[in-house]
C-alpha cells in the first residue's frame, strides 16, 4: 500500500475522530465489546494490528498499536504476514478492519498461530454481509466486497508481502467464518464467537467519512434499535465480532 495514501486517510479519519464525539462513543462501544473477549483480561499481552489512528488505547489501556507504517501513536511498526514477535508470546491480537485487507489470509493465520500463546486468541472485527450490510458497504463504502472472487488462502511460495499492492475484500470474514467451504482451514483454531452485530447507530452516525443522520444526544434510542435489529441478523448485521482461540494440541 502507498505511504502517501495511508496518511491521507489517517488524516482524514484523524480530523473525523476530534470533531465526531458520537464517532468516539460508538468506537467505545466496539472496543468494550472486544474486551470482553480478551484472553486473561485487559491485562493480557495484547496487540492490534493496523491501528489506524490508534483509539483503542482509550478501552485497552495496555494495547500494543501497530500499522504497516509509523505515526507518532503507533508503538511498533508490523505485518501481520511476518510478526516480529516471539513463539507462544502473545496473548491476544485485535484486528478491526483488517481482515477483509488481508489477500492470503490463512498465511496471516498460520503466522498469527506461531506467535500466540496457548489458548491465545484473535480477534476480528469486520464487515458482516447482511442484507442491510450489503447495501451499506456495497452502495456507500468504497472498498471491494469480493463476493464473486475466490478467496485465496495461501500465499504462493514467490509471493512477497513487500511488495504488495492495496487490497480489500469486504466479505471474506463473513465468507470464512459464516459459510461452510472454508472451515477446513481452521482446524487450527476453537471459535469462542460469531456474534452478527446490526451497528446501526454506527451506520447512521456517518462513520469517518459520511454525513452524521442522528444528534449526539440520540445515541441512546439508537443503541435501542441496535438491540431490536440485533434479533434478526440475516437482515440487519452489519457487523462480524470472531474471536478464535489457538488450539493446543496434545495437552
Keep these: ?12 479519519n484523524l480530523a473525523s475522530w476530534r470533531k465526531k464525539p458520537l464517532l468516539r462513543d460508538i ?56 510478526l516480529s514477535f516471539s513463539d507462544n508470546t502473545v496473548d491476544n491480537l485485535i484486528l478491526f478492519d483488517v481482515f477483509h485487507h488481508l ?5 496471516s493465520l498460520k503466522e498469527f498461530h506461531r506467535v500466540l500463546a496457548p489458548n491465545g486468541r484473535v480477534l ?21 466486497l469480493g463476493l464473486g472472487d475466490e478467496i485465496r488462502m495461501f500465499a504462493p511460495k514467490e509471493w512477497s ?17 459464516l459459510g461452510g467451504k472454508y472451515q ?13 452485530i ?18 449526539d444526544k440520540a445515541f441512546p434510542l439508537m443503541k435501542a434499535i441496535d438491540r431490536i435489529c440485533d ?3 440475516f437482515m440487519f448485521a452489519t457487523r462480524l465480532l470472531v474471536v478464535l482461540e489457538k488450539k493446543v494440541f496434545g495437552g
Design 1 to 12: 500500500m502507498d505511504i502517501s495514501k495511508h496518511d491521507d486517510e489517517i488524516k482524514r
Design 27 to 82: 468506537y467505545k462501544t466496539f472496543h468494550k465489546l472486544i474486551a470482553k473477549h480478551l484472553s486473561h483480561g485487559l491485562n493480557s499481552y495484547t496487540v492490534e494490528l493496523g491501528s489506524g489512528i490508534g483509539n483503542i488505547k482509550e478501552v485497552i489501556p495496555n494495547c500494543i498499536r501497530t500499522d504497516l507504517f509509523p505515526n507518532p501513536w503507533i508503538d511498533r511498526v508490523e505485518d501481520a504476514y511476518h
Design 103 to 107: 489477500r492470503y489470509p490463512g498465511t
Design 124 to 144: 476480528i472485527f469486520d464487515p458482516c454481509m447482511s442484507v442491510l450490510g450489503l447495501i451499506v458497504f456495497g452502495l456507500f463504502h468504497h472498498e471491494e
Design 161 to 177: 508481502s513487500n511488495e504488495d499492492c492495496y487490497y480489500a475484500a469486504q466479505g471474506n470474514a463473513s465468507r470464512i467464518f
Design 184 to 196: 477446513s482451514f481452521l482446524g487450527n483454531w476453537r471459535v469462542i464467537t460469531k456474534q452478527r
Design 198 to 215: 446490526s451497528a446501526i447507530s454506527y451506520v447512521a452516525s456517518g462513520g469517518y467519512s459520511m454525513p452524521q443522520l442522528y444528534p
Design 231 to 233: 434479533l434478526v441478523p
